[in-house]
């Protein structure tokens, strides 16, 4: 069965350093998203990125975030200057048609701010 | 805004039946999720309802009623391994489909 794959499994990195996290959707897919979840706390959406572009963000996702697809198989997440507060799990989701609705879920990269 | 209201946690004892309710209040509705998600994984697809009415999945049931902004999540014939978070989502209208989750039910199940 397809499933969306994610890497590093764990990330630690020092306050104000850039990150890349970085996850395969589902081949076919054509609508790709991230979230994260500090722990204890609720899965929250950042992105949505479809047709190589950004389709929606919230809030969360301000300057220091940015995505790309960069080479029709790949989908990373940057984080510019890392703040304590980024720690997190950060899943990568993915889905395939318009009319689709079921978001895949990656396993998760769990991110490490020090 | 968007508002999605669930316990906290609960507890259930193996073999039993328990309902996980779900009150929410957004804009642009277009679908409820539930999702399943053990510690420290990720979320896991379990139902989605769109109309009213009550959707069955095995030993898992969902169940919504768009005018009252309120759904349900029945579990049935509770196993140890149910023990889990069981996060209510709201799928947002629109082609890119937003999803906001609630804060979860943690359930435990006991024996």
């Known amino acids: 069965e397809p499933e969306v794959t994610q890497t590093p499994s764990h990330q630690v990195t020092q306050m104000g350093q850039e990150v890349i996290l970085r996850c395969v959707p589902i081949?076919?897919?054509?609508?790709f998203y991230w979230y994260r979840q500090i722990l204890g706390q609720k899965v929250e959406f950042l992105v949505s990125?479809?047709?190589?572009?950004?389709?929606?963000k919230s809030e969360i996702f301000d300057d220091q975030f940015s995505v790309e697809r960069p080479d029709g198989s790949n989908f990373t997440l940057k984080i510019r200057s890392t703040k304590l507060e980024d720690s997190a799990m950060y899943f990568c989701?993915?889905?395939?048609?318009?009319?689709?609705?079921?978001?895949?879920f990656g396993p998760g990269t769990r991110l490490t701010v020090t | 805004g968007q508002n999605i209201d669930q316990p906290t946690e609960m507890t259930a004892t193996e073999g039993a039946i328990v309902q996980i309710n779900c009150t929410y209040q957004t804009s642009g509705f277009n679908g409820l999720f539930w999702y399943q998600q053990h510690a420290g994984e990720a979320p896991t697809f379990l139902s989605y309802n769109v109309l009213d009415g009550l959707e069955e999945k095995g030993r898992f049931s969902s169940f919504l009623s768009r005018s009252k902004g309120y759904s349900y999540l029945l579990l049935k014939e509770l196993q140890m391994k149910d023990s889990a978070s069981y996060l209510c989502a709201v799928r947002h209208s629109g082609g890119y489909q937003k999803v906001t989750f609630g804060t979860g039910t943690k359930l435990q199940v006991i024996p």
């Open positions: 081949s076919n897919h054509l609508y």
């Open positions: 990125f479809y047709n190589n572009e950004i389709s929606e």
């Open positions: 989701a993915s889905r395939g048609e318009v009319s689709s609705y079921e978001q895949y």
